[in-house]
């Protein structure tokens, strides 16, 4: 078994230290094989290109290499244990095939690099369908609040009833912060998108490689010049992903705990269609909001994977340390879980029914006591005086008719002037930006493997 | 597939919900098996005790979970996505075996308490095994630490040389953690020995259960007493456990930075034997210390996974709420990781190589000015004017004999006075609440089961 | 100014790097006067014992410490940034009382021992008072349970309706978490209660000094033995410490949550006292559960003062190190964070109004629906086809007299079975345990200050 | 006392509760005095360009602000318990001042959107400021690297000796690093460059303020549209201005980590000049590097600040909750921390006094084992046999000159390749914009107090 290990030196380990060591890192890797398999082909053109590999020795090796692509997205190319990692796994499936030029296609680089490559390659492609989702989620509640925006909600603050709202208002509100997102993660995107390929094991190489060629070939916006920050920007550059990721969440989380709140029968603001609400299998009443619950556990969860991350980076000494391998699962749960909780989060604003005699019912006439000091105060009391008039009778408010209120609140961003419309407009700028970022890198991708 | 699951009610969810809410939660249950089944043999030996099942229906279902944990022991019985969870996965098991009986079992408890303490054993158990492995490293740092007492070591402060030490007072120091430790985790295991059974969905129920048989049938110290409290625990206990992971995980952490450290040729005090040392893909001459960075990194995933469990738990309200399933995998991989990593470090202190000429050499003359500090003081000299006068003639300090000076350092805990056997004495007391606990567990875990 | 520093060489450091690192860290040490002084005091008697200091001498060191004690508790010693910390504070002022005598007690000890020391010392005291106040808010809540065990409360699940539960379970429950907690308190008690002086600056003195003295003086339970696990444990016994807070912080977290709710106008459950209850300066009709939205945020604190505390030390090589400053901060913010917090807890259940019919209005009949399928079980049918039928007929279901169905529900632990007698025993138990070590470590400080 | 704050209404809180939510804010707020102020002046501005002040009633409202302002920068002006909070002192010392004006300015807000406000406008000068220090260090580590671009040092890996490596790729390393900081800088300054002001209590007011014109006099970027959201961001922002300060603080501790091991003695590396190497109190011959450790320490610090301002935020409902108080104090150590850590970050750089002969010493002949591995290979074996020839000989590999052997790794960001002017000019974009940002907002700073 560890005869195929590339490192192979003739003793081997203790069982205990081998199994904490390699750990389950093997079963993240195989999400690496399309990305690993790409990286080779970029390098090995590049080889090609300053003479180390022949155009035919090129040529065989990239369509042996397409053939593993291929093979892993039909589920038949895995990664395991006695693999060591997919970096061996792949080159000990092409040394398979190709003897010797298999060997080659190594030359000038280690896995230090490699793992670099495939992690970035990894994390752009996840990025860009989280912002895709991201920008739909925004979309949707967009929609919804258009949809709504007439409709009155009891706004709160300590979690008491405080002034009149709008459901238009609450939908927006998280619009806008998704768009917020969006823009923190294109800073996370263009954080990533630099190429680390030919840094080595953090000090370079001999050989006269041309790292500007594979950045190209790969879709990178850049080169990551310095060979060392390539290395010791390993969990550096995935704490920044991570924390585009959090921003994601921490939106997410907020609306996850507005509509469970809101779902609840003593507010019954809001139901939630069958398509996302779960039974309970000892309650036959209960229609759980089980996403959304887990939505909001999950967000402490990418919360923790970007805490993790930045620790296990923050001490350490300058070029690759074996600690760094514990970043990589931190690192896909963050992705992964912010990509499902978007998909999610979209089914879920779709299936919300909203119950409007419950929201008006909702909006009790205390809510309008701030609204009555203040018309006090256009009436030329000093407001400290009009608090406490008001403050004083609070129960003889009389009640008011929501609509027309909402629609008095008409500056820049109230309930009766969303600007919806402003907000649609940073949602397609972000899309633009997005749309060609995809372009580029799926443009790349798709010459490489010649197509 | 979703009309096995128990809680089904004829409508189903969005394919992304659904793939969001099961999540990969079924591969942790698959690691429940055991104890879900032996929760459902005492809770069916209590249903018999109270007249609900008869003595012939318990001894069928005992035998058909016993069944299931062999076959689950043999690799046989596994948990699948469409299974939607252990719980749900066991009884339908049975209930295709024994039909309405399967169904019968499951009167007077709901998913949640089975969750709960299926956890709890999972816990315990885990507890257990870190307990001993625990006790064998600082069993095995006191044995160092006597075969090397008498080996100078530069103590240093700041990562400056600083005083004379030894190589002894190197390795007790982490043995004395380690028993300390062992006390954190009695308190966690205690709070984990508690039988959350028979709380159902966190209110009881109407039968008039026995909890104090179940708590007893599966070795559990004392029934939770309060139903909404067993669940509002959840997440709670597991942060306990985990708070006592990571003191280990703090030790094993600093005891891998010091070796890493001692290893550097720089250094050159220590050298790892070939069990623990992995070599590099690109280079040859290299003999890397994985398992202890390794250590170290996932000492911060241990961390983060108390982070996470704590924070999912701190803002829920009462009752059970489906963001307490992200608090498995957290629990599981804190207390995997913590196992892991002792055996690990058991074999990396056994492959331990001292190299007394480096570390006598590192024992430069410089390390004695305190030493001759204390002198001037014990001459006469007031502390302030010794330190200013020693501190002037750094450079000029002669040498001394190390061994001799360790010797002369005799109060308690001082290089040359160890009390290597307080700690043992403090150690074997520790083993023994850790056997006798042991004990309990598994002889009411026999005889559950009818051996 | 830093002529007065004790390590004083002759040069100075820049401004920037001065300001940096002291920090603010001399307010903190203002907390800590009469801990250094008192050890001190212990100090200087371990010295006269071992013939260092005369009999005399030691007279007038104590007479001059217990002096600073008394200007501290007057408010007149306080530590300013050019005293460089509160170790050098003391020992200047006595030095400047009684001249060479005030540099002869720093003989034999570093400034980390009297860290070290002060902050054990500091944090026996605080945790004392935690306990205490955890203890008086259990007890309130067993008293508050018992007032309104009868009173029906909605259970939730899934913040949805469940099932019938009841006040006196809801209070129960928290009392009992924080029987738990008190658990978890004393072992990080028992941590701490180890004597760190004697360690110096990590590798112990030459002069033969008694350790079992100074540790017996100063109340502790036992010498630190190893000196440099004295200084390694720094951060790992607050870490140990915080754990147990956060624990607290965790069962206040959720008390709150759930309040903060009950007292929304939606559920009107709980109204609070004016003692609790703030304005808003906006809203004159709100009455704001301020200090229990804080206490579920500083929950939030406390988890991170752990987070932080246990980071900072992860990493660290053997031997003090500089980074072990920061660790001071968040101890101190996470003992006092969870005392103000318990204390505002205890003002808050003491004000909370229940509302009775409120809480009656919540037990709609749908709660009843696993109650019915129960009874259907017990009619012979099996528990899934009852369920099934349960969930067809929801709306159908009839009211019920809410206080008869609590008292149905009398197996351990269930709303007609709150144990709350089982509760108070184990609350007597711990309160006997924290008395007795209050007492010890009052008796020793007295004994030692000449009272 | 409480006579004087501003939702006074008659009834006071209990001690213990009025203690714990106050807490320290105050002291807090006393940074913020400047910040409210002049958000006043922009709020009082914009409500005489709609009618409700008088030109003449700004002016005087502005001029006593104004002097506020002064106050305060000679330290006359602060904060104390009994004002509550910075925006009741500076209100209540206008209404003395000025009478009923004074309340009057207080017309359509709230205290929520004065502490969004203060705070968006404190986090802008900070960032500006910590971009400025982050671009000086970057600078310094350019110019070192430039100076010591020949001198060879050993890379290693696994913290074991590796390849050749330089003083200047390892310097170059961070100043990339940094050059990314800023990047990330910029994304959190401008997603913070949006005003909240007139959200009031989330939901907006009756009166047509004009949000553009308080944004634009107060320098903002633009209107943060959606009310709720202005208020629900609260936490967010400031989670996304930590994480950026966290990569910086990543970026410091490293070479913190670096730096400090490099000044070991086993090193000898660099020798740090007096003005950051602090003495020992008991080892006279010890230098410290106490800054850098610290440094080390608090990015800690940092990331356990980002985290409890996510945590806080994660789970709160919609509009405003007391909670966020709690995220001030971690938002203003996390900046404040950062800005010191760079100034004594710039000190200690230029503190470094580069020993060449250690350095070279350092480069023993096995880390030319890779090397000669290639060399194999491009004289035509394969890697793999070429790595075990040399892996079997690597005793007897033959020295080599370091400063040759750097000039021939020539790709792009090899030690022989630095392309520190390419670094150069990504910092010098950088200057760029944030020098036009600080122009931006100080021009509007000046204009808005009359200048």
């Known amino acids: 078994m560890s005869a195929k290990k590339l490192w192979d030196k003739g003793y081997s380990l203790h069982p205990d230290v081998e199994a904490f060591t390699t750990g389950d890192d093997y079963t993240l890797d195989r999400q690496l094989v399309r990305w690993d398999a790409l990286g080779s082909v970029a390098h090995a053109r590049m080889l090609a290109s300053i003479g180390i590999l022949t155009d035919r020795e090129f040529d065989k090796l990239r369509a042996e290499l397409v053939r593993v692509v291929k093979l892993w997205e039909q589920g038949k190319f895995t990664v395991e244990p006695e693999d060591e990692d997919v970096h061996t796994a792949v080159e000990n499936h092409i040394t398979g095939k190709l003897g010797e030029l298999g ?4 030359t000038a680089r280690s896995r ?5 490559v495939d992690t970035r390659l990894y994390a752009k492609e996840m990025i860009l369908d989280i912002a895709s989702e991201a920008a739909g989620v925004a979309g949707a509640l967009l929609d919804f609040a258009e949809a709504h925006k007439g409709v009155p909600m009891c706004g709160r603050t300590h979690f008491q009833r405080a002034m009149l ?9 998280f619009a806008e912060s998704l768009v917020d997102d969006l823009l923190l993660l294109r800073s996370a995107y263009e ?13 370079g190489v001999h050989l006269p490689i041309d790292r500007e060629i594979t950045a190209r070939l790969l879709g990178f916006d850049r080169v990551q010049n310095n060979v060392l920050y390539a290395n010791n920007s390993r969990g550096k550059i995935e704490a920044a ?3 585009a990721c959090m921003q994601v969440m921490l939106t997410l989380s907020r609306i996850s705990t507005d509509i469970v709140t809101f779902c609840a029968p003593e507010f019954g603001y809001f139901t939630l269609g069958d398509e996302v609400a779960l039974g309970s299998s000892i309650m036959p009443q209960k229609r759980n909001p089980c996403s959304l619950e887990l939505t909001r556990a999950r967000a402490a969860t990418v919360l923790a994977s970007l805490l993790q991350v930045a620790e296990i980076t923050r001490p350490l000494p ?3 340390n074996r600690d760094l391998q514990e970043t990589k699962r931190p690192l896909m749960t963050g992705l992964a879980t912010t990509l499902g909780a978007l998909a999610a989060m979209k089914v879920a604003i779709g299936a919300i029914a909203v119950n409007e005699d419950n929201l ?9 006591a701030t609204d009555r000091a203040l018309e006090l105060v256009q009436e030329g009391m000093p407001f400290r005086d009009a608090y406490r008039k008001v403050a004083a009778e609070v129960d003889e408010l009389a009640d008011r008719d929501a609509a027309r209120e909402i629609s008095k609140k008409t500056h820049t961003g109230a309930p009766g002037n969303l600007g919806l419309d402003k907000a649609a407009a940073r949602l397609e700028q972000q899309r633009t930006f997005w749309e060609r970022a995809r372009q580029n890198f799926e443009g790349a991708i798709a010459e490489l493997v010649g197509h």
Not at 103 to 106: F, G, L, N, V
């Open 103 to 106: 060997k080659k296609m190594h």
């Open 112 to 116: 230090n690099d490699q793992v670099l």
């Open 165 to 173: 709202s709008s459901v238009g208002l609450w939908a927006g509100a």
């Open 191 to 203: 954080i990533n998108d630099q190429c680390p390929l030919g840094s080595a094991a953090s000090y």
């Open 241 to 243: 992903v991570l924390a």
């Open 318 to 320: 300058s070029g690759y």
């Open 360 to 368: 008006r019912r909702g909006c009790s006439s205390e809510i309008y």
